[in-house]
């Protein structure tokens, strides 16, 4: 199920107002989950996005990706969230 699906909403509404009221309140980062996944999952993944770092004492790898415009906009609407990222 999506919290995209309106009937699905009503229905959660409907049986539990409390869990409605919490999806309500924090749909913004309910949304930029469900891009994120949608980017990792779905699309692009972790494809050429690694990079590995070693010293000899320290080793890691990390796996990134560029976000979108959209993932961009919806993290600055947060409370505290710098203008840039």
Do not use: W
């Amino acid at each position: 199920m999506s919290l995209n699906n309106s009937d699905f909403l009503k229905q959660i509404r409907d049986n539990n107002q409390k869990l409605r009221d919490h999806i309500t309140q924090h749909i913004e980062y309910i949304r930029l989950i469900y891009e994120l996944r949608e980017v990792v999952v779905h699309r692009e993944m972790f494809q050429d996005a690694g990079v590995r770092f070693s010293d000899g004492n320290y080793a890691c790898e990390i796996n990134a990706f560029q976000t979108t415009g959209k993932v961009k906009g919806t993290t600055q609407t947060f409370t505290g969230c710098p203008t840039k990222i």
